[in-house]
């Protein structure tokens, strides 16, 4: 896939506020990778390493992984404006969602709501299956988990907006590293989280730097994706 410049200035932006976000949430698996180098359908991934097996979830670490999603979408609102929201974030408004709703209705992570699950029957769609299938819940009830969904994704949306603003200084300075390198590791990510310059990634030359600008990164190591990161 050859990306426009436009299209890496805004996806560097869109990973980087991905990659802000997890840093500063608590609870969350440490920013492992980031790329702006397409894979499949994806313009940039921003990838998460898990330090241990996890068997479950606080209700401040999923809060946390709902700040994390809406991080992309937020820094291209801020830097470009709300007229210039991509559909990049997609998926991750998907994602975040599944979670806001499974903590109001399957994991009784909501106080309105208490521990009670109000999720609907799992299964097979077919044709007529709605016809068919009994009401689970009243019209008050389902308008109350539709307000607590919206009431936690709204409260996430409005942290990572916060910490994306109070650090705009790192935005900047990790959206340039990456459309000078396409791909940083942890080290780099430490380095501007720690408000200092990115020292270059390992195996980068400087003598090249204005030739790898302008290639195609065909000598740029492409992530390891085969690992069990997530990614955003």
């Known amino acids: 896939m050859v ?3 436009d299209e ?3 996806t560097a932006y869109h990973e980087s506020g991905h990659a802000i976000v997890g840093r500063l949430v608590p609870e969350h698996d440490p920013v492992h990778k980031v790329t702006i180098i397409p894979r499949g359908r994806a313009l940039g991934v921003t990838m998460f390493l898990p330090e241990d097996d996890r068997y479950s979830n606080t209700k401040q670490r999923l809060e946390s992984q709902i700040c994390t999603l809406y991080g992309g979408r937020i820094a291209e609102e801020l830097i470009f404006g709300k007229d210039k929201v991509t559909t990049g974030a997609s998926s991750d408004i998907e994602r975040a969602t599944e979670i806001a709703k499974n903590m109001v209705t399957k994991w009784g992570l909501s106080e ?3 521990p009670m699950s109000y999720s609907e029957e799992d299964g097979e769609v077919f044709l007529g299956h709605s016809v068919t299938q009994h009401k689970t819940m009243s019209d008050d009830t389902a308008k109350d ?3 607590e969904v919206r009431a936690l994704v709204n409260k996430s949306y409005s942290t990572a907006t916060k910490m994306i603003k109070d650090n705009m200084d790192k935005l900047h300075a990790m959206s340039e590293a990456l ?3 396409e791909t ?3 080290e780099q990510i430490d380095d501007i989280m720690a408000g200092v310059k990115p020292r270059p990634p390992k195996g980068w030359d400087d003598k090249d730097d204005d030739d790898k600008k302008s290639s ?3 000598d740029v190591k492409e992530p390891d994706f085969d690992n069990p990161a997530s990614s955003h």
């Open 8 to 10: 890496k200035k805004l």
């Open 179 to 181: 459309l000078i390198y």
């Open 145 to 147: 988990i539709d307000t």
């Open 184 to 186: 940083i590791d942890k």
């Open 216 to 218: 195609n990164s065909k």
């Open 112 to 114: 309105k709501m208490g």
């Open 3 to 5: 990306m426009s410049e």
